[in-house]
């Protein structure tokens, strides 16, 4: 199970530094560093049997009759990215925590840190499609916060947007294809479907699988033509963009493409997109890179390129090229690391990141100097670092490609890459750190403490590390990453510095040529570029999303006018019309099962419904008129509940309908007395037939299923409440246990509706609001606002009922009863104190915060369920036992009590927020003086103008 955790101790450890920030900003990053510390330990206690071949396992079942579980699996390409990931954000936590200033947030920024950090161990870790993608998203979501950590400035949020849309709509893209290649290997799990890739590349579903999950991977890591949004993300902070270049985000696609390698590549259809595409964007962010001023801007589509470098690789096809690959990958990732947080460096202390300004900076910056001189060489491959290594393997590679017949194609275009790549690393290396010495920086700049370059040092020692003895020192991690990716046994390679005159050779002395002849006429070559039209993705971006909110908005000004009638009248019109298709079209048959008899009290309840519907719809323009004969019919259905069996649904309805009538009650003190008439017409005959024929359907419908014999799941319930739930009360067990999930998620909704009525209410409490309603309220109201009769049966009864809904409670497990009519009860008793002794009085004396009672109520029930995967069983299940108590003798608990204990202050909760926000608006709207006395009812006359409406 530690392979889990290593997932899971970010998302956890998220929660640490929001909390330890106010003990200073030391703590705080020696916190957040702890967490990634401590998951990288847990990674690194697997890595023995990771290098003998083993492949670890965990998980937990989550959802199974949906394929779903909480399962990660670590082979050598999922060890290696979250080794790299991991590692390289433990050095970004040390660069943050000296790059930010005192006044940016920090506790924010490692939380959403740590957030990013988890969801991306999360994807290279995940065994189960499904649970990938969930982390897919989540990496979307929490990068969406770093690039707009700075939130202030519109170049954040946009840069944010815009890699949202992208990648988001990317990430939809993916969520298909991924679903395509499950349903075509026959599982969802990653290992099952490694296992199977000549079924899924046989199976008809291969073709838009593979269609869509490109676009994902594509979008993700900034491929061609959706390589504009990854420079806009340099708006981040600079230890973002280092993580998010190096190590995370961008290498998402990468890491996909790599996973699903031995799946969908080594088909024509995989080559003829995949290598074209990497080929193109790592030749196009070259050229853009180049031209770049902003020493960001230049990284960032130099990290486009490269990316387009790796994906070039991985769609040749060939094991040679997908090992090429990976140790890009492993090289990329420690130079791009270390240019970025020294372009930081160079930001922070000379207080401008534009080559045009610098230059110099090796006398004034000897250490920041050297160290980025050494990660520029390795990004331009110079021989003796590690980039230039994988640069020749890229180069030898495309030699020996053949696109459509031509030979030509991929060696020229890329050494033309790789001459781009020599110029803009030249570039700047030059611009930035050589030359003479300037004086006109914003600021002096000097070397930065050492947490700044510390960082940059060591990702520095594996560039040359590598460089000078690649076999030693990354020949096992390629070999094993490479050995996963592939499926299948390792070409025969050899990582060295000299393989004699190769293709690849004659191709790299060119491009050093190229590129140093492109930096010497750098003046010409950027005149011949400002006389070539350019497109400008970022305004085509600005421009499609500006016509699409257009469009969003007209249509919905079509379909949502604001007429709830409307809606409605659509809504049912839809389902009497479908409704009515499937009856036509159908053959049909008499029921076997006759109709019960009918008795005579069953059929004056049901005409007294009748009655009482007609009547709502009738008198619905007097609405304590048609609230009381809407409380008549749900009386009448509690009584067809009991004549079937069902006192647990009786009850249930009987407390909902005192309940929500008194609330409406209340409501409607704040209210007009009548609602505005309709217009008479053809409307109310369109309106009346289309809910005549909907009502005839669903009688139609009910008397059908009823009149039929059906399987049902109910025998099953019955059978198994006592021996599976420990419960005789199957409606009860079934809510607690059978489908607690679905109860769950019904407190969780209610508590929502709960903040929403609050939200709702809220600008009753405020200016016109207020105003308009007092002009609604009645000019005179009865003298007797609370009479006392009323207000000593309610204090009378509030004990009584709190020990009923006690022991409703208590009961419900095996009689009618459990937390949902126990909560109704109690809110009963409470709801009735308001009516009693007014909003006011009975708000003064409520010490309990609801809002702090619903989120308990829903922590209870989460924590109840989360209580079964400690013990290996899944989400929400139940055990019980028997206890024996001297005294009490023997009873039965069940940990579902724990649970509907959730439910029931859920419940409670939900009463007193809507009970304390309608008292807040009342207390507003007529704010009148309370006695202070011990009798809150005054038993003298109140003077004229002193009786105030508090209920």
Known sequence: MTLLFVVLIPFLGALIPPLVIRSGRNTCATATGGVTLLALALLLSHAPAVFSGEVPKAGVAWVPAMGLSLSVFADGLGFFFAAMILAIGLLVIVYARFYLSREDPMGRFFAYLLLFQGAMVGVVLSDNIILLLVFWELTSLTSFLLIG?????????????????????????????????????????????????????????????????????????????????????????????????????VKAGVFLLARLWPVLAGTEAWFLIVAPVGLATMLVGAVIALFKDDLKGLL????????????????????????????????????????????????????????RRLGGLMALMPITGTLALLACAAMAGVPLFNGFLSKEMMLEAAAHTSYLGADFLFPVLATAAAVFSVAYSARFAIGTFLGAERHDYPRHPHDPPAGMWLPVAVLVVPVIAIGLFPAAVAGPLVALTAGAVIGGPLPDYHLALWHGITPALVMSLLAFAGGAALVLA????????????????????????????????????????????????????????????????????????????????????????????????????????????????????ALAFLQFSAPDLALTQICVDVVTTILMLLALNLLPKATPREDDGAVRWRDGTIAGLAGLGVAGLAYAVMTRDGASIAEYYLAQSKPGGGGTNVVNVILVDFRGYDTFAEIIVLGIAALTIYALLDPALKGAAVRRVKAMLPKAEARDVHPLILVVATRVLLPLSLVVGVYIFLRGHNEPGGGFIAGLVVAIALIMQYIASGYGWAAERMKVDAQTMIGAGVAIAGLTGLAALAFGRPFLTSTFGHLHWPIVGDFELASAMGFDLGVFLTVVGVMLLSLAQLSRVAGRIDPAPRSAAPMDVPLEPAAPGAAGREG
Not at 317 to 327: E, I, K, L, N, S
Request: net charge positive; with cysteine; proline share 4%.
């Open 300 to 355: 960032a589509y130099s990290t486009v390129s490269h990316l387009g470098l790796m994906t070039m690789l991985l769609g040749l096809g060939t094991p040679m090229a997908a090992v090429a690959a990976v140790f890009h990958i492993v090289n990329h990732a420690t130079f791009k690391a270390a240019l970025f947080m020294s372009a930081g460096i160079v930001d922070h202390e000379a207080g401008t990141r534009d080559i």
């Open 149 to 249: 950590f700075w939130r202030k400035r519109a170049d954040a949020r946009q840069g944010a947007r815009m890699a949202l849309v992208v990648t988001g709509g990317g990430g939809l893209a993916l969520v298909a294809g991924l679903l395509l290649v499950g349903e075509a290997a026959g599982s969802y799990q990653l290992s099952e479907i490694l296992a199977r890739g000549e079924m899924v590349r046989a199976s008809p579903l291969y073709v838009p699988a593979l269609l869509l999950v490109l676009l994902g991977a594509f979008t993700k890591s900034a491929q061609f033509p959706f390589h504009f949004w990854l420079p806009h993300a340099m708006a981040a902070p600079t230890p973002v963009s280092a993580y998010l270049h190096s190590a995370t985000m």
């Open 522 to 637: 750098y003046r010409r070559a950027l005149a011949v570029r400002a006389r070539l039209p350019r497109v400008d993705a970022r305004a085509m971006f600005e421009a499609a999303a500006a016509g699409v909110v257009v469009a969003c908005r007209r249509g919905l000004g079509l379909l949502h006018d604001g007429a709830l009638a409307r809606y409605m009248g659509v809504t049912v019109a839809t389902l009497v019309a479908v409704g009515g298709y499937g009856f036509w079209s159908a053959t049909h048959a008499a029921g076997a099962r006759p109709p019960l008899p009918v008795s005579l009290p069953a059929a004056t309840a049901f005409a007294a419904l009748v009655l009482a519907s007609g009547a709502v719809l009738a008198l619905h323009a007097e609405r304590l008129t048609a609230l009381i004969l809407t409380g008549v019919v749900g009386v009448v259905v």
